[in-house]
């Protein structure tokens, strides 16, 4: 079996697709998304996921309550990771925190009470409450990967869709806001190539791949 690494994938992607490309589909809509960050590789029903989780930390939080952990995850990793894990959700929570701040965005909140949020510091919780969070985190993650067989993680290329045909094998970055969920198939590809929409022809973020 071959495989293609990213610089392969753009210049496939380069070529004049689907119908004048002598790749195969799979291997252009690799390249089509091999500039997709890694952050947002992520399934939104993983975010959704592990926000709820941390939402119920923090209520257990407030109240000097205890969080029971995922007991197949919770000795999985040391101290240090724990709070490297904390520490990133932190950075994507604090950019959430300021847009609706510095925006106004509060108002999505129904309740009035809602009208302002407390920043929350996760550093400050107890490391027994952060280990219980991530192993919540972590059982989400597997539970994900089972029931998605197609579906595969490395830590420096984010969540993908190992596809393969005609024995080629492709690391293709998820991007939920097509994928919905769902590993794509050569019609679905084509049909985005076609449309020229986000994630098809013009790239995951709208601009031509020319390489």
């Given at each position: 079996m071959s495989s293609f690494g990213a610089e392969h994938m753009k210049a496939a992607a380069a070529m004049l697709a689907p119908d004048h490309s002598p790749h195969p589909w799979h291997v252009r809509l690799g390249g089509y998304r091999v500039d997709v960050s890694i952050i947002e590789t992520i399934p939104q029903l993983l975010a959704d996921g592990w926000t709820e989780v941390m939402?119920?930390?923090?209520?257990v939080w407030a109240v000097g309550g205890v969080l029971a952990p995922d007991?197949?995850?919770?000795t999985d990793h040391d101290d240090e990771m724990v709070e490297k894990r904390?520490?990133?959700y932190q950075i994507g929570y604090n950019k959430e925190w300021a847009r609706r701040e510095v925006g106004g965005h509060w108002h999505d909140f129904k309740d009035d009470k809602?009208?302002?949020?407390?920043?929350?510091?996760?550093?400050?919780?107890?490391l027994s409450l952060k280990r219980a969070i991530v192993s919540r985190w972590d059982a989400l993650h597997y539970d994900y990967m089972e029931n998605h067989p197609e579906a595969r993680y490395d830590k420096d290329f984010g969540y993908y869709w190992r596809i393969e045909e005609g024995g080629v094998v492709v690391?293709?970055?998820m991007w939920d806001g097509a994928d919905k969920g769902k590993c794509p198939?050569?019609?679905?590809?084509?049909d985005w190539e076609r449309a020229g929409l986000p994630g098809g022809l013009y790239g995951s973020m709208g601009r031509l791949v020319t390489g």
């Open positions: 939402q119920t930390a923090v209520e007991f197949s995850f919770v904390i520490a990133g809602y009208q302002e949020k407390e920043r929350y510091i996760f550093a400050d919780m107890p690391r293709v970055k198939d050569k019609p679905f590809s084509e």
